[in-house]
């Protein structure tokens, strides 16, 4: 057996022995009890030397701490940021995907590309598809292998290019969505854990999202064309080839033309008013008294609105148009199936919740970060090695838990802080953790979706194994990591912003300019005594 394959079976027998991520979080919640009550009976602390405060492990089993965990148990969830921004853009979302909005601007994206960019048009439509969210994979990876064989090309090289995109190039996008207000709401609680008036927008890797779209698009057009195609050969039509069916691929009907054209009206409508309330005197999106950079922060932040609200108005233009919205009803119908399908997050993320307030609540968090980035600054390592290690921990994670979310609710706790704490941004740190997140996916056969693409793929080759999908997706998996390690390094050395007022590096403030309240109620990390603070200065102690 080769080298390869004992590897990939290694990785099959642990993924598959590890527990659902809700369990996953459940050990998790458990361990981080035992280690409270060690913390707490070794005096473990450290002084944050943001605040100056003097954190302390605090037991979870303390009187205090069990009042919090069960009378406070409903808050603890609700107050869990990114639930309530991915149920108020999933209202909105869940129209513009039931109405038919998302599939036929796939469709006829994918329909209309000309032969000649074929390639690098399945790649931004699959990257601008994660709005869609799981009717990415559904819609444009079978819908790619059925357009390249409508043009006399290989399917399964369409399916690979699709595929890639979609779920490879997961960290790329031409604007903000869903993905973004879920990670980088993860990050905001981890932040404030150090600083507690820090604050996370939607916008933070507007520009990073941007950059792994143009960086990636060729990568995977090269290889689809170069590589991948030739090294599959020649294809032949067979009888049983969906393709003869051609009901994929047939072209818009008037209905799908108008629905599109009065939803593209309702998006330049949106866009307008959004616009116009920017620029109105004291426009409540614009923060005058605010320095330059970060006074359209209001405006960032108002995204998470905007888009919730875009997709609602525009599925609905859709829906009037094409004639799959009948009345009201059906809109209020589709949102109640959009919340729906979103119950196994909810069921996760109430475990989740949990867990990130009681490590805050425990003073772990931030002590290890203290003591870690004390540790760090003595080794003296670069920056983009540091957040190099970040993207590959991310990376391996990737092969055995495919929750990006469930991953970076464990992880930002740590590293989000220890990274301010050495000078790199909470966006910077999180970005580092989402290119890691799309890069190996496409190749393990723990991909909650691999199956399903599997089942693709033989419906023009039966005799396509797994085996086969994994050598074909590999190429693009390495030239990921390749390009994503490259495209970290490059951020940081070059010192480029990340998004609207969000730059790679994070200035420790003063002590004075963070002792105020968090913004929007968010977590704040453990308080003592100001003359505490000042008796313990602002080194660091491990004990």
């Not at 943001?50 to 701490?65: F, H, K, R, Y």
């Not at 968090?365 to 190099?388: F, Q, R």
Request: include cysteine.
């Amino acid at each position: 057996m080769a080298i390869g394959t004992r590897i990939l079976n290694g990785v099959e027998r642990i993924g598959n022995k590890l527990p659902d991520p809700v369990f996953l979080f459940l050990w998790l919640i458990l361990g981080l009890i035992a280690l409270s009550l060690v913390g707490a009976g070794l005096g473990w602390s450290a002084v944050n030397p943001v605040t100056g405060d003097t954190l302390e492990a605090q037991s979870l089993l303390s009187p205090e701490n069990l009042e919090r965990l069960f009378i406070g148990m409903p808050s603890t969830l609700a107050d869990f940021p990114p639930l309530g921004i991915v149920i108020t853009i999933i209202y909105g979302a869940s129209v513009a995907e039931r109405t038919g909005l998302f599939g036929t601007a796939i469709r006829g994206a994918l329909l209309n590309a000309p032969k000649s960019i074929l390639t690098p048009v399945v790649v931004i439509t699959g990257m601008v598809s994660h709005h869609a969210s799981d009717a990415s994979y559904v819609v444009v990876i079978p819908l790619a292998a059925v357009i390249f064989a409508a043009a006399g090309r290989h399917p399964l090289a369409g399916l690979a290019a699709g595929f890639a995109a979609v779920s490879g190039g997961y960290a790329g996008n031409l604007f903000p969505g869903a993905s973004d207000a879920l990670i980088l709401g993860i990050t905001e609680p981890a932040a404030r854990l150090i600083d507690p008036s820090y604050s996370v927008n939607i916008a933070g890797n507007w520009f990073f999202i941007v950059g792994v779209v143009v960086v990636f698009t060729p990568i995977i057009w090269f290889l689809t064309d170069r590589i991948i195609e030739p090294r599959l050969g020649a294809w032949t039509p067979s009888k049983t080839a969906p393709v003869s069916d051609a009901e994929e691929r047939k072209g818009l009907t008037r209905e799908e033309k108008r629905g599109l054209a009065w939803a593209g009206l309702a998006i330049l409508g949106m866009i307008a008013l959004w616009t116009l309330v920017t620029f109105l005197p004291g426009s409540p999106f614009v923060d005058p008294e605010a320095e330059p950079a970060q006074r359209f922060n209001p405006l960032y932040k108002s995204l998470v609105a905007f888009f919730a609200t875009t997709f609602f108005v525009a599925g609905g233009a859709y829906g009037a148009g094409s004639g799959t919205v009948k009345s009201h009803r059906d809109m209020v119908r589709m949102m109640v199936e959009g919340i729906a399908q979103l119950a196994p997050y909810i069921v996760l993320a109430f475990f989740a919740a949990h867990f990130v307030a009681m490590f805050n609540w425990s003073g772990l968090g931030p002590i290890l970060a203290v003591n870690a980035a004390a540790g760090l600054k003595a080794i003296d390592l670069p920056a983009p090695i540091l957040l190099i290690a970040v993207l590959l921990v991310s990376c391996f994670f990737d092969l055995f838990i495919g929750s990006a979310s469930a991953k970076w609710s464990a992880l930002a706790p740590i590293v989000v802080p220890m990274f301010m704490l050495l000078g790199i941004s909470p966006e910077m740190t999180t970005a580092a953790y989402r290119m890691g997140d799309s890069v190996t996916n496409i190749a393990t056969p723990l991909m909650s979706y691999f199956p399903l693409i599997l089942t693709f793929a033989q419906r023009w080759d039966p005799k396509f194994g797994l085996g086969s999908l994994m050598s074909t997706m590999l190429p693009y998996a390495g030239s990921f990591l390749i390009a994503g390690l490259l495209m970290i390094a490059a951020w940081v050395t070059f010192d480029l912003p990340l998004g609207p007022g969000v730059g790679v590096h994070y200035d420790v403030p003063p002590p004075a300019a963070a002792l105020q309240p968090p913004a929007d109620g968010g977590i704040s990390g453990p308080v003592a005594p100001p003359e505490a603070a000042a008796v313990a200065g602002p080194g660091v102690a491990s004990r």
